[in-house]
């Protein structure tokens, strides 16, 4: 008989007492830590004590903050199942609730459970406060590097609440020592600590989890194509050399080597710029394209080529292809090995290994669930095809959202839904790509089947985890000889002992450094002091930001310098700052990229008609070395947009610069000049149905769509405010609730 968990906040006999995880969420009570266990030990029971604990002893509320929906959701019918407090205490934040409404619960809410995106817009736009917030769970904890939403959640949350604590739970926190510090400075943690699998604690809890790594010759055909692909490449490393930058062991040289010598070639060109570092960096791109060729060739096969070969030449016949792109086209070689991939009937032997490896799973046990990985969506398609010719094989494949040229991807309701069929059996074998490693709750399979090693070995770990949960699970890796699989085998081996090695060592050091403060951690009257920063009284300044500027950093360095943030979606600009300044922001990449797809001046046009003082800002100090454009196009540009539509054109380094700039301009219009800031510009001259638009689609929660299909359905302006709630609901894109606002807003009496 098991024995469990005795907590005034937890279900009796709800959750097992495992001594491990008692072991871990003691030390995570004690200060910030992160929390190191291998998949499918139970990291959520660990944060369900530390939760329980700080609501019995601190009161306040909690936050569990996980990656994805299905994740969110998933852990909030694990908590709401086990935790002794009412049910509608425990909430769910998605994009799918609205802000509103978010509002209204939080004040309701002890245990917030919400994707971190949504967290951070609504610190940022001050509709919820972290004050009283007495805990914090970053799920995936790895995520906490760069821009990701966990890092300004951290950084507010530590000045922001009266007596915070986090914790941090991951299977693989990454295996060089500057991303596991990274992650640990940006949750702010004191404390680390690790378990692994050989623990005595922790091995009465495992599986039996087999391992096997079957090598491949590759075909003699295929080493023909590759051949000539890598004729290409040698061609392009000789010109390299011609142009002052020669590629040393041209055969073992990598994409993160190619990555590095690109970026130091863009480097060279923000000092004086040199003719020959445009041609190398040119030839540089036609590099990487075929590097990437060869590499399918060698790990993945021939019907991978051909759906690569095709998107590439679709690339170089569009208007807007590349110049990398139309010059391979010409290549005599690269020609060559099209005409022989269109003649070669035989595919890559791993094929027949994952027909053979899966069949023999599910003949020997036709209830097993079977999850087979590939690094590209083309791959996914071909097992797909192929596996679906066996009988007793029902494949499906799973991708991410994004829809590339003749591939559509899954929305994330496809694939929960795929996900319920997989448990259910209606589909037996996954194929998926990394966007099943993490973040979503698929169940533990009978095996995971490699089609090619993986260099990362966060994400080896993460495949890996997906069997051996609840019983015994098996690992087949599929690796070409002689080929970059066979390096990527070795680099996610050595990665993954690093890593144990690095945590080891980390969990011995941290808590013994907590007194010198490790982590820059704010004291109490500093966290006092940056509150404070946010309170000007009357000099306090406004700036509406689109929804998509969240993305970038400039929305938290605005909210961190005491500007007050509103999210809209706008149609014109990324920024409001007063009735007659708007900002379009653009980096270095967007300014350029912008301006290849004929979508710039379209942009400052719209811009400019709207807004009286129009201003782009343009971010970064790369402009004249992206996407290879020649110098006097860019100064044609910006001549153009500053004097043909006279649009004021600034310059800064990152997001805190443009942070800084906006606020300065924001508060100059708003504080000194004593003007209000709109979501509608004062447009010069607007046509009458532009004007009729602008009526309707300034009515909140109305869009310009909607506002035309209003219009078009009714006629004017006047039938459209004089419609009833009925006659509303008839108008494509015009559902109850936003019939019900525009009532509500044409015939409310004015206060």
């Excluded at 590097?145 to 991951?170: M, S």
């Excluded at 023909?224 to 061609?235: H, Q, Y």
């Amino acid at each position: 008989m098991p024995e469990y968990i005795k907590h005034p906040l937890i279900r009796p006999n709800a959750v097992e007492q495992r001594l491990y995880q008692l072991d871990l969420a003691g030390r995570s009570l004690r200060a910030p830590t992160l929390v190191v266990l291998p998949t499918g030990l139970g990291k959520t029971i660990i944060a369900l004590l530390v939760i329980a604990s700080r609501l019995e002893k601190a009161g306040g509320k909690v936050l569990l903050l996980s990656p994805t929906k299905p994740l969110v959701e998933q852990h909030a019918s694990f908590l709401k199942k086990v935790l002794l407090i009412p049910e509608e205490e425990i909430l769910v934040f998605t994009g799918s609730t609205s802000p509103a409404k978010r509002t209204e619960l939080w004040d309701k809410g002890r245990v917030i459970v919400s994707t971190p995106q949504v967290i951070e817009n609504d610190v940022l736009t001050k509709r919820i406060s972290l004050e009283d917030v007495t805990h914090i769970t970053f799920d995936e904890a790895h995520r906490a590097t760069g821009n990701y939403a966990y890092t300004y959640i951290a950084e507010r949350y530590f000045q922001l609440a009266k007596d915070p604590l986090c914790l941090g739970i991951t299977a693989s926190p990454g295996s060089s020592e500057e991303k596991i510090a990274e992650v640990c400075q940006a949750l702010h943690i004191e404390s680390v600590a690790v378990k692994t699998e050989s623990d005595r604690d922790v091995a009465l809890y495992i599986h039996k989890k087999e391992i096997e790594w079957k090598r491949i010759d590759l075909p003699c055909e295929m080493k023909d194509i590759r051949d000539l692909l890598n004729k290409v490449l040698e061609d392009r490393y000789k010109r390299m050399g011609e142009a002052g930058y020669p590629i040393n062991s041209q055969r073992y040289v990598s994409k993160k080597d190619l990555l590095a010598i690109q970026q130091k070639l863009q480097g060279e060109l923000r000092g004086s710029p040199d003719p020959s570092a445009y041609t190398a960096i040119s030839i540089m791109a036609e590099i990487m394209k075929i590097g990437h060729a060869v590499e399918i060739t060698e790990t993945q096969g021939l019907g991978a080529l051909r759906m690569y070969m095709e998107r590439l030449d679709n690339e170089a016949c569009s208007k807007n292809g590349s110049k990398a792109s139309k010059r391979l086209a010409e290549d005599l070689y690269l020609i060559q090995a099209v005409k022989r991939l269109k003649g070669c009937d035989c595919e890559h032997p791993k094929m027949e290994h994952v027909k053979r490896i899966v069949s023999e799973q599910l003949e020997r046990n036709p209830d097993s669930r079977v999850i087979v990985f590939a690094n590209y969506r083309d791959t996914a398609e071909m097992i797909t095809t192929a596996l679906s010719e066996t009988e007793h094989i029902r494949p499906i494949r799973f991708v991410g959202q994004a829809s590339k040229y003749k591939d559509k991807g899954l929305t994330q309701k496809q694939q929960v839904g795929i996900i319920e069929k997989f448990k259910a059996g209606e589909y037996n074998t996954l194929i998926a790509t990394s966007v099943a490693e993490e973040g979503l709750d698929i169940p533990s399979t009978d095996l995971v089947l490699f089609y090619e090693p993986i260099p990362s070995e966060i994400r080896s770990i993460q495949r890996k985890g997906r069997t051996g949960r609840k019983h015994e699970g098996r690992v087949v890796v599929l690796i070409t000889k002689g080929t970059r699989d066979e390096g990527y085998y070795w680099s996610s081996q050595s990665k993954e002992k690093k890593m144990q090695s690095n945590m080891s060592e980390l969990q011995n050091m941290m808590p013994a450094r907590r007194s010198e403060n490790l982590i820059d951690t704010m004291t109490s009257a500093d966290r006092n002091e940056q509150v404070t920063l946010s309170d000007f009284g009357k000099d306090t300044v406004q700036v509406i930001v689109d929804q998509r500027e969240v993305k970038s950093s400039v929305a938290r360095e605005l909210e961190k310098a005491g500007v007050e943030i509103m999210l809209h979606t706008l149609e014109v600009g990324d920024y409001i700052l007063s009735d007659r300044i708007a900002v379009e922001r653009k980096s270095c990449e967007d300014f350029t990229g912008s301006l290849i797809e004929h979508k710039l001046f379209e942009q400052i046009s719209n811009l400019a008609r709207t807004y009286e003082k129009p201003v782009l800002i343009i971010e970064g100090e790369s402009l004249f070395n992206t996407r290879n454009l020649n110098p006097n196009a860019i100064h044609g540009a910006l001549s153009s947009i500053a004097l043909d539509f006279g649009v004021a054109v600034f310059y800064t380094r990152d997001a805190q610069d443009t942070a800084g700039l906006l606020k300065q301009i924001a508060r100059r219009e708003q504080v000194d000049e004593k003007r209000d800031i709109s979501l509608h510009g004062k447009k010069s001259s607007m046509m009458l149905p532009e004007q009729q638009e602008y009526i309707i689609s300034s009515i909140s929660d109305i869009g310009p769509k909607a506002a035309k299909s209003l219009l078009m359905h009714f006629g004017s302006v006047e039938n459209v405010i004089r419609a009833d709630y009925a006659e509303l609901l008839k108008v494509k894109n015009i559902g109850p609730k936003t019939a019900g606002r525009i009532r509500e807003i044409v015939s409310s009496k004015y206060k």
